[in-house]
């Protein structure tokens, strides 16, 4: 079975200061992994993804992630953060070559910018 | 490209009170699942369907949780009798078969309390 822990429940953070958002993960097999973000009474989106190949990856809006399979960790980073950041931020797994199985979460990451 | 849609956002019942939750996925999507987030939680699956099969409910409550999936299109998910402790937010993802990972996509969710 595949677990996630994301130790920080909430993240103060002043704007324009940057962010670190912590993931690990915990798997027998390979896994893929992910970033999904939740706005204040929406659903979850799709932040960003490592499926294979370079293990940094990078969203549109600034935010990137590294995959280091040594640690099992898939830390979230942004370099400034702005007030329009301030969501909860979900680290997720999912079997590597199990079809389209169901996501494994963390127990998400508040992140609040302070003005 | 219209995403997942689902009904109600919000429902309010009294315990032993039957429930329903619909959701219609975006078109062309094979897989579906049922995800039961609790508060300060991450999402669970509940249960996942292929087309109309369901091909992993081990974590669905079937002594008062059902599903279908008619058509292998649109699901509803009931709750008969409804119980404290199912107050949580029901969300509904789709993917799409085509792809060698799972890519989910997430619907608003239905917003569930129980009195």
């Known amino acids: 079975a595949q677990s996630v822990t994301q130790l920080d429940s909430q993240v103060p953070v002043f704007e324009e200061a940057p962010v670190e958002l912590r993931c690990n993960y915990s798997?027998?097999?390979?896994?893929?992994l992910f970033w999904y973000v939740q706005y204040p009474n929406q659903g979850l989106q799709l932040l960003l993804k490592y499926l294979s190949g370079s293990t940094l990856v990078e969203s549109i809006n600034g935010f990137e992630a590294e995959f280091n399979k040594s640690q099992t960790s898939f830390h979230l980073r942004k370099p400034s953060v702005h007030i329009s950041d301030t969501a909860e931020y979900f680290c997720a797994v999912s079997r590597k070559n199990f079809g389209n199985e169901k996501l494994t979460f963390g127990t998400g990451t508040r992140l609040t910018i302070i003005p | 490209e219209a995403g997942v849609v689902q009904s109600p956002r919000y429902k309010i019942i009294e315990k032993k009170q039957p429930v329903a939750f619909w959701c219609n996925p975006i078109?062309?999507?094979?897989?579906l699942y049922w995800y039961r987030q609790n508060l300060g939680q991450g999402p669970e699956l509940l249960i996942r369907y292929e087309n109309e099969e369901a091909v992993d409910d081990s974590q669905l409550p079937k002594d008062r949780f059902s599903a279908e999936r008619l058509k292998g299109v649109d699901s509803t998910l009931k709750i008969q009798p409804a119980e404290l402790g199912d107050s949580a937010v029901y969300l509904c993802?789709?993917?799409?078969?085509?792809?060698?990972?799972?890519?989910?996509?997430f619907g608003p969710g239905t917003r569930l309390t129980v009195l």
């Open positions: 798997s027998s097999v390979s896994v893929y």
């Open positions: 078109s062309g999507h094979n897989t």
């Open positions: 993802a789709s993917s799409s078969s085509s792809g060698s990972f799972g890519e989910q996509f």
